[in-house]
């Protein structure tokens, strides 16, 4: 499968929930619309809710990828300013 | 004080007797867990007035206000109405039924708790039974309510559907989903039905709505958590319509009516009855 290009990149691995959302969120809020971030999370609690808290704030997600070393990676395109 | 009480009545009425002589602890019925800003400010009054200036959270979503004394009952009870409060009930009939905040506030919420709860309250409530009987609500399979510690739980959930054309492939319900049902498969998602447990968290997480939900309710029967516990059972499909929900908690009720001993509560009366002629009944109000 095709590499999806990103603009920014954001690692919440080092986070545990709620803080996982809210650093994606701060730096979603650093993008221009319709820029891309790419954001590294872990497996579990994280892959299962971030995805849904980010589509509840109205970016589009793309893409989610497991990495294959326990961590995956969702690629957004930032909505709204 | 004149003549006898009959704490039966007044039980009846939602007083209970306390422990120090001529007091009772009023429960107050909070349908779905939810009071006005009005409703509370009544309350407070009362408590302040004819009580102790308190009042006691109860564990099925209600309030009491302790240390009501006797002569001051009638004169509660019409400052309360007043206000739009009501009292609940005790004793062997339907309690209150309550409710987590469901899907008009909750982002998990599957079902509209609350009007369901009102629903429910309106047709049941106080309906004289052998024994207690509680309804709970829940809108998800977080289960925040834990409807399976009622007679008759019910929890919110939906039974899905993938538009496969509609997909961009992106994984995240893959991974939202907790009970391992989703897979791709020749580079579609496959659903393992036997797995759903119909928590819609594929519908939620979906980025572009490829997954579609249609809203329905799972019922729990036999639940209790007093001296015994048990775990209310599923022994029916997922119900999609209110109608339906009705016909099988009458089903129920009526079956409780009918086999119940004094006293016996219901998950009681389904082992000693035995479960057959049980899931009979509501198999019929099922299928209508």
Known sequence: ????????????????????FVKAKVSLEELDEGQILAI????????????????????QILKLEDNEDGTYTLYVKKVGD | MAGTIDYAALKKGGFMRQKQKGYFSLRLQVV?????????????EVAEKYGHGYVHMTSRQGIEIPF?????????????????????????????????????????GCI???????????HYFGRELPHKFKFGVTGCQNNCLKAEENDLGIKGGMEVTCDHDACIHCNVCVKACREGALSVQDGQIAID??????????????????????????????????????????????????????????????????FANPGERFRLTLQRVGEEEFRKRIQEAYNG
Request: hydrophobic share 35%.
């Open chain 1, 1 to 20: 499968m095709a590499e999806i290009s990103f603009d920014e990149q954001v690692d919440i691995t080092d986070k545990v929930c709620p803080l996982t």
């Open chain 1, 40 to 59: 590294r999370m872990n497996d579990g609690e994280p892959v299962q809710n971030v995805p849904r808290s980010i589509k509840e704030e109205g970016h």
């Open chain 2, 32 to 44: 779905g867990g939810n009071l006005t800003a009005e409703n509370i400010k009544t309350v407070s």
């Open chain 2, 68 to 108: 009501i004394r006797f002569e001051d009952i009638e004169e509660v009870r019409a400052e309360l109405a007043k206000g739009g409060v009501n009292p609940g009930v005790c004793g062997p009939r339907v309690r209150t039924v309550t409710a987590c905040q469901g899907s008009d506030v909750c982002p998990s």
């Open chain 2, 112 to 122: 509209d708790t609350y009007g369901l709860a009102k629903d429910l309250n309106e």
């Open chain 2, 193 to 258: 039905r036997d797995k759903c447990n119909f928590c819609g968290r594929c519908v939620k997480s979906c980025p572009v709505d490829a997954w579609h939900g249609e809203s329905g309710y799972i019922v729990s029967f036999g639940g209790l958590f007093g001296n015994h516990i048990y775990k209310g059972e599923t022994l029916l499909p997922i119900i999609k319509d209110k109608e339906t929900l009705f016909r099988v908690a009458d089903a129920a009720i009526g079956f409780f009516e009918d």
